[in-house]
């Protein structure tokens, strides 16, 4: 069975920085893309950034040139780096990943459980 787990959230003052992390466990047969999403209290989860696996990036305006998503290589962890955190991207922060799980299958999105991000003014 192919899990997602986030870790890396926390409590963190407005300017600071965190990085998560989501390692992918369970075998699979192609990986399409990565990706982070958040959701505030109230609000539609949205997309933060996604890294596809030919390395090509997507990043929500709000957070362009604060957050870098990345992949450690040759490994099934990526993360994502956020810099100069402010109020508004308090939220709880979901890992997913769209996955051929075997040879002719269709893809399927998978989430991890989701990890929590407080930013403090």
């Known amino acids: 069975q192919v899990q997602l787990v986030e870790s890396g959230g926390g409590l963190v003052q407005a300017g600071g920085a965190l990085r998560l992390s989501c390692t992918r466990s369970?075998?699979?047969?192609?990986?399409?893309?990565m990706a982070w999403y958040r959701q505030a209290p109230g609000k539609q989860r949205e997309l933060v950034a996604r890294?596809?696996?030919?390395?090509?990036?997507t990043y929500a305006d709000s957070v362009k040139d604060r957050f870098t998503i990345s992949r450690e290589e040759g490994k099934d962890t990526w993360f994502l780096q956020m810099n100069r955190l402010t109020p508004q991207d308090q939220a709880v922060y979901y890992c997913?990943?769209?996955?051929?799980?075997?040879?002719?299958?269709?893809?399927?999105?998978?989430w991890g459980q989701g990890t929590q991000v407080t930013v403090s003014s």
């Open positions: 997913q990943a769209r996955l051929q799980l075997k040879r002719g299958d269709y893809y399927r999105e998978i």
């Open positions: 890294l596809s696996y030919e390395g090509g990036t």
């Open positions: 369970g075998s699979i047969f192609r990986e399409d893309t």
